[in-house]
């Protein structure tokens, strides 16, 4: 739909070039199971199948809300990145419930809620860790142990090779 020039337009710009890589985010957030029709480009789109619209409904509804308070707020963002804007939305959005979040079946469903925070705002999204710290509420050493313990978790997984990775393989061999 064009609403022709004006805030609703350049908000649905906004949403048109950035929901696929925040929904992208809240399904790590949540921890659900990603599928094809999950990475669709857009919350709103007209030619979404029902089924589609069902997928990861528990991340859809967080970037929902998040796009809800950045759209109310998008006079006031003139010159901030809202971006940055609706993903503080969405992680503040996600440690009020990151309880019902716990455990998952998606990639980072192993982590407890706050491990998930910081790895998709350190390693995902490449929030700085001082960033990370202040968003979150917490020292930059927290941040950086919390990240450190995922990892290892992450690393430790059941079925995982346990000789050297790959790269490292290939330094030795030249």
């Given amino acids: 739909?064009?609403?022709g020039p004006g805030p609703y337009a350049e908000f649905e710009?906004?949403?048109?070039?950035?929901?696929?890589?925040?929904?992208?985010?809240?399904i790590l957030l949540t921890a659900e199971p990603a599928t094809p029709a999950s990475d669709a480009p857009a919350l709103s789109d007209a030619t979404a199948t029902g089924t589609a619209a069902a997928?990861?409904?528990?991340?859809?509804?967080?970037?929902?809300?998040?796009l809800a308070r950045t759209y109310a707020n998008w006079r006031r963002l003139r010159g901030d990145d809202p971006y940055d804007h609706t993903r503080q939305e969405l992680c503040a959005a996600f440690a009020r419930t990151g309880r019902r979040h716990h455990g998952?079946?998606?990639?980072?469903?192993r982590l407890g809620p706050l491990e998930r925070l910081v790895v998709v705002l350190r390693l995902y999204e490449g929030v700085a860790e001082e960033v990370t710290a202040a968003q979150l509420g917490l020292t930059p050493e927290r941040v950086r142990a919390l990240c450190d313990r995922a990892v290892a978790e992450l690393g430790s997984r059941p079925g995982a090779a346990t000789g050297p990775r790959p790269?490292?393989?290939?330094k030795e061999a030249a």
């Fill in 1 to 3: 739909m064009d609403h």
């Fill in 13 to 26: 710009a906004f949403v048109a070039g950035a929901a696929g890589r925040l929904l992208r985010v809240a």
């Fill in 55 to 66: 997928e990861a409904p528990a991340a859809r509804g967080l970037l929902g809300g998040a």
């Fill in 104 to 109: 998952g079946s998606g990639v980072l469903g």
């Fill in 167 to 170: 790269d490292a393989r290939r």
